[in-house]
Nanobody, 124 residues
Framework: QVYPVESGGGSVQAGDSLRLSCAASGPTFARNAMAWFRQAPGKEVEFVSVINWNGGTTLYADSVKGRFTISRDNAKNSIYLQMNSLKPEDTAVYYC?????????????????WGQGTRVTVSS
């Protein structure tokens, strides 16, 4: 089994920064795409960002482009999401997801393993 575990969420003010971490226990995922999704209160799960196996390809949702940065450390089976200039609309539960495959994309149905999520609250 695979268990992604997120950490780093919290309550911050608009304009602040947070860094989310996701450590995936189980088999190594050095060749897998890994992604962040989020779910705001009362809304559907939405794609945030994804990174390919070596960090050479990253994709971002338009709403976070230029503010969020995804990275990974394969030696630690981990990915990270540096979130800067946070806005109240970034308030959500953030989920880490592991794809069984190498090609990074934004379709959540392609991601097999999901963490329990970490909550981010941004107040104005």
């Amino acid at each position: 089994q695979v268990y992604p575990v997120e950490s780093g969420g919290g309550s911050v003010q608009a304009g602040d920064s947070l860094r989310l971490s996701c450590a995936a226990s189980g088999p190594t995922f050095a060749r897998n795409a890994m992604a962040w999704f989020r779910q705001a209160p009362g809304k559907e799960v939405e794609f945030v960002s994804v990174i390919n196996w070596n960090g050479g390809t990253t994709l971002y949702a338009d709403s976070v482009k230029g503010r969020f940065t995804i990275s990974r450390d394969n030696a630690k089976n981990s990915i990270y999401l540096q979130m800067n200039s946070l806005k109240p609309e970034d308030t959500a539960v953030y989920y880490c997801a592991v794809k069984i495959g190498m090609v990074p994309n934004s379709d959540r149905s392609d991601y097999e393993y999901w963490g329990q999520g970490t909550r981010v609250t941004v107040s104005s």
